[in-house]
């Protein structure tokens, strides 16, 4: 066992060598842009999940496999990426945000040149990293008909469910890898719903098919969407963005998007959270809601620009008749009915069942701390009561204050400072510090003594102070 996992590392070095030895950065030129895409960026393995063997859908995905793994590949665990939405597509997150490489710019002689630059803070040090585009009709995945385009969460569920395990089946090996549920955003209903999927699955399935699920993540979610649509309008004016009548014509705003909810208009309670994110937008006038102190927004037309280039679509395996977007409008609009509706149950069931980290930078006003702090506290789960006492410890990587971390049995929570909403982006090793202790229990993550504060009140005598 041991000799033939030191044999197959000793292989993986010999193919890395080589793959490193015949790197040869071609530049693919179109029009005004050119593109380049070293072999050594290319993920490990990357195609189709087929979701459908009636249909041709299927969910493109891009594998990476661990860059320094300390356990036997067999045992290190896999991380799978969604992005949000709805309608966005993961490459974002792999070339933008948490891959290994990501898409940068220069310009000269008027030709934007796109290129690829080693990510310091990528998730796959460690890890396993795969990233899905999902649903189906999202970034290069194919979606057969508009009708297959999930409507809600059981689809988009069903559909990962399908493509997970096709993607498992691809190497023995997979089989018994920890897993871990990631994404952002909309992803804030994706991974629960993926995640508890998998929990029912595996209820009924016999243990040989089962999903070795261990934990789901989930940054700037939106999970729970009626008490998060709450929350723009002080979280704004408390953070001193807009004045006390503006927060009363956002409050109005938002009570418009909970009475449609109540009416069960869910495509109109869609529109009035949009409407009231558009106000607030108008309000602060700020770059973007994604990150109160950018003067410009994020980058991620570059990702999209790269990946229409047809050599690149080539490289990774994706159809080639496909035109990249970063979101499908035809996939968000079929998912415009799910927007409002909460997941926050299944968050219930997975916290029993697994862990589960929630994580927000601190700069996001779109879905941030406080609309994440809001509906956690509604949690209907025996240790919640633990969870809302436990200390909020300061977290820090080499050193430097990082964030805030707060934990108890199996829900963690974490506040990235200096980060909006594409915390991989804004802090890349800090995010990977985070999501690689959070995975292994270690640091701020690891696991205390079960039900004992981590200090007694009596060690706080200022909180008997007025
Ligand atoms: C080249 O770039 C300019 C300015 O960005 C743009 O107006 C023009 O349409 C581009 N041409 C082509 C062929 O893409
Ligand atoms: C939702 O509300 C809009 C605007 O008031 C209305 O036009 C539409 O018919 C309603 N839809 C449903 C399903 O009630
Ligand atoms: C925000 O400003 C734009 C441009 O002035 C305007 O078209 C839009 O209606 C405004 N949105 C809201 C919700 O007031």
Redesign the pocket.
């Known amino acids: 066992m041991k000799s033939t996992t030191k044999l197959s590392c000793f292989l993986q070095l010999l193919v890395l060598f080589f793959l490193r030895q015949s790197s040869v950065s071609s530049p693919f030129t179109t029009a005004n842009s050119s593109s380049t895409f070293p072999s050594e960026a290319l993920p490990t393995k990357s195609g189709y999940l087929p979701i459908n063997s009636n249909t041709n859908s299927a969910i493109f995905y891009t594998f990476y496999e661990a860059q320094d793994p300390f356990l036997p590949l067999s045992q290190t665990p896999l991380l799978i990426w969604l992005q949000g939405g709805p309608g966005c597509s993961s490459m974002i997150g792999n070339f933008l945000e948490l891959g290994p490489y990501r898409v940068v710019d220069t310009q000269s002689e008027n030709i934007q040149h796109l290129s690829l630059e080693r990510n310091i803070g990528s998730w796959n040090r460690i890890f396993g990293l795969i990233f899905l585009d999902n649903p189906i009709g999202v970034g290069f995945s194919i979606a057969a008909t508009p009708e297959e385009i999930p409507r809600d969460q059981h689809t988009v569920a069903k559909h990962l469910f399908a493509a997970i395990t096709g993607f498992i089946g691809l190497d023995p090996d997979f089989k018994n890898r920890p897993l871990y549920i990631t994404g952002e955003s909309y992803a804030g209903k994706y991974v629960p719903a993926i995640g508890y999927y998998i929990l029912k699955q595996n209820m009924r399935l016999p243990e040989a098919q089962r999903v070795n699920l261990k934990g789901v993540a989930i940054g700037n979610g939106l999970t729970d969407p009626v008490t998060q649509v709450k929350t723009h309008a002080v979280n704004a004016y408390f953070s001193g963005l807009i004045n006390e009548r503006q927060k009363g014509e956002l409050e109005e705003a938002q009570r418009k998007a909970i009475e ?1 909810v109540k ?1 069960g ?1 869910w ?2 309670a869609t529109n009035a959270r949009l409407k009231t994110l558009d106000l607030l937008q108008n309000m602060t006038g700020l770059a973007t809601l994604y990150d109160f102190s950018k003067k410009v927004p994020y980058k991620t037309r570059l990702v999209t620009k790269f990946l229409q280039s047809v050599e690149v679509k080539k490289k990774l395996g994706a159809k080639e008749s496909i035109v990249f977007d970063e979101c499908s409008d035809v996939v968000g609009n079929a998912l415009l009915e799910d927007v409002m509706k909460s997941v926050k149950y299944m968050v219930e069931l997975l916290v029993k069942k697994s862990k589960v980290l929630l994580y927000q930078g601190h700069f996001d006003l779109r879905d941030g701390v406080v609309s994440t702090e809001a509906w956690v506290k509604t949690m209907k789960w025996e240790g919640i009561e633990r969870f809302l006492m436990a200390d909020r410890k300061v977290w820090k990587v080499n050193g430097e204050l990082a964030g805030y971390v707060q934990k108890w049995g199996s829900l963690s929570h974490a506040v990235v400072l200096g980060a909006g909403h594409l915390v991989p982006t804004d802090q890349a090793l800090n995010s990977q510090a985070m999501i690689e202790d959070w995975v292994m229990d270690k640091g701020v993550f690891a696991c205390g003594k079960k039900g004992v504060p981590h200090q007694t009140p009596w060690s706080h005598p200022e909180i008997y102070s007025p």
């Open positions: 449609f009416m208009n495509s109109e």
